[in-house]
Nanobody
C-alpha cells in the first residue's frame, strides 16, 4: 500500500486559487494512477480528478472541468490538484487516493485502494 498525506488546503475567497499537494511514500508511487475526491458535509464523497501513472490520461468531473487540473511529479512522489476560479460549492474536504492496483485508473472510489487523511478547502462568497 501507499501512504498519502495531503496539504495545501485553506480558506480562499470565491474566484481565488489553491494548489493541493499529496505526498506519497513508497518506491512504487510511479506505478499507481492517482485520484482526487472531495466530500462536503451531508454529501457523498465524489470524484474530482484522476491521472494515470504516465500522466498521459487525465479525467475530471464535469463540475470542475476547465477550472481544476491534476498533475504529478513521479520524481517527487507527489500529485497535485491546481484549483482555479474557486466557488463556494467547492468547499469540502479533499482526499487524494492511489489506484487499487498498479496502472489501473478509474473514476469511482472502488478504483482506489489507499487514501489520505484529507485537507479542508473552504471557499467564501
Amino acid at each position: 500500500q501507499v501512504q498519502l498525506v495531503e496539504s495545501g488546503g485553506g480558506l480562499v475567497q470565491a474566484g481565488g486559487s489553491l494548489r493541493l499537494s499529496c505526498a506519497a511514500s513508497g518506491r512504487t508511487f510511479s506505478k499507481y494512477a492517482m485520484g482526487w475526491f472531495r466530500q462536503s458535509p451531508g454529501k457523498e464523497r465524489e470524484f474530482v480528478a484522476a491521472i494515470s501513472w504516465t500522466s498521459l490520461v487525465t479525467y475530471s468531473a464535469d463540475s470542475v472541468k476547465g477550472r481544476f487540473a491534476v498533475s504529478r511529479d513521479n520524481a517527487k512522489n507527489t500529485v497535485y490538484l491546481q484549483m482555479n476560479s474557486l466557488k463556494p460549492e467547492d468547499t469540502a474536504v479533499y482526499y487524494c487516493a492511489a489506484g487499487r492496483t498498479y496502472y489501473h485508473i478509474g473514476q469511482t472510489q472502488a478504483d482506489f485502494g489507499s487514501w489520505g487523511q484529507g485537507t479542508q478547502v473552504t471557499v467564501s462568497s
